[in-house]
């Protein structure tokens, strides 16, 4: 980026956006409810067709095409769904501590994180996994697997590991403000702060993926930490871009974004996006995909940057997107922004019981996705307003 663009005047759209967190970012609730669509429709991809682990109930790959398309849209999100979560959690986590305090602070989200972590963990997950069971196997998960731990997980079960993730990203985040800053007045927001320049991106894009490749020579991908569900050759992103979305707040990062940076970025994903099967072809993916999970493996280091450049790319590209042409909200999406927490929470008994149900509907896989993914994404909407709707349930969902 050159320092005539860095200076050019905001765009009108950006010059709208709210930078207290007191108020409502349109554009923000947006991304989250597309990256809560995007999270229900990869588990439910790698149900019928893409890599990755989904423990409670697979039916496996039936021909080349859906194996590529599924591991395509699979590894896409992987790159950067989870850690722009994350940078957009802690993009909240400075003004609220500001308004809160420490105790207060600590307590909302001991309550908001941590109530549906331990109800999820020890009670839904062991229930499904026991559903399962019997739908599969004729017999119910024997009751020791529903103590804590019994199963190998302790906590963080299914997709709330993203939930303790943050929760334990919080916590460090709260004593190092009273640690550090014990009393300190209230930063403000950098109105006019200019966003990185294109050579600080791609430099801490590179410096990522170095990371999360020396990371991989010993953990690759797939290795987890399964006491606590905890997938550490991802973590590199997880930590940097949490700590991008506090910094993000204070120099208010998201309004500061210049049109024309969002724009180059979102076409530099795009290009990425496409750039994904060849150098799956070329890395030898289709005989065997060891090298790109780890090692000393020159693709392992290819994918570890493809990974980190796609990350920036679509964090910066897509809030260019919403911003520019997200940044309201019809009937849908007023109904759909409040309730995309629970949904995720939820999400995965629905599309596991979903599929159950279609088990013997037999159609191509990837049509049997679509179908299934018609049923289950507007299910977990609907119930997640119907149980916010329920007493007390307001102060943790």
Request: proline share 6%; glycine share 8%; charged share 10%.
């Amino acid at each position: 980026m050159t320092t005539t663009a860095l200076s050019a005047t905001r765009p009108a759209a950006a010059a709208a956006v709210q930078t207290k967190t007191a108020s409502r970012l349109l554009f923000v609730d947006n991304i989250r409810v597309f990256l809560t669509v995007l999270v229900i429709l990869h588990h439910l991809m790698i149900i019928y067709a893409g890599s990755g682990s989904w423990g409670l109930y697979t039916e496996g790959r039936q021909d080349t095409v859906t194996a590529v398309l599924g591991t395509w849209f699979c590894a896409v999100n992987q790159a950067y769904f989870m850690g722009f979560f994350l940078l957009i959690a802690a993009y909240f986590v400075p003004g609220s501590y500001d308004r809160k305090g420490a105790r207060p602070f600590f307590k909302d989200r001991l309550i908001r994180l941590g109530i549906p972590l331990i109800i999820y963990s020890w009670i839904i997950s062991p229930l499904t996994y026991s559903v399962v069971s019997y739908a599969t196997r004729g017999q119910p998960l024997p009751w020791k697997y529903f103590i804590p731990g019994a199963g190998g997980t302790l906590i963080g079960n299914g997709p709330l590991w993203f939930v303790e993730v943050l929760l334990i990203f919080t916590l460090v985040y709260v004593a190092w403000r009273r640690f550090f800053q014990p009393n300190p007045p209230m930063p403000p927001v950098k109105t006019d702060s200019r966003f990185p320049s294109a050579k600080a991106i791609v430099l801490f894009a590179v410096l990522l993926a170095a990371v999360a490749f020396a990371i991989r020579l010993w953990l690759p991908v797939g290795w987890e930490f399964g006491l606590l569900n905890l997938q550490f050759p991802f973590f590199a992103q997880y930590i940097a871009l949490f700590i991008v979305g506090l910094i993000a707040y204070r120099r208010n990062w998201l309004a500061n974004l210049p049109d024309a940076t969002g724009k180059r970025w979102l076409i530099a994903g795009i290009v990425l996006i496409m750039s994904f099967v060849p150098m799956a072809v070329v890395g030898g993916a289709m005989e065997s995909n060891e090298p790109f999970l780890g090692g000393l493996h020159w693709q392992a280091a290819a994918l570890a940057l493809w990974e980190s450049m796609m990350c920036v790319s679509m964090c910066i590209g897509l809030t260019y997107f919403f911003r520019r042409h997200g940044n309201q909200q019809g009937r849908l999406a007023k109904f759909l922004s409040p309730n995309a927490y629970t949904a995720y929470l939820i999400h995965a008994p629905i599309i596991t019981f979903t599929a159950l149900a279609l088990r013997n509907v037999d159609v191509y896989p990837l049509l049997k996705f679509g179908l299934a993914a018609l049923i289950a994404l507007p299910l977990c909407f609907v119930l997640s307003n119907l149980i916010r709707k329920l007493p007390y349930t307001d102060r943790v969902l």
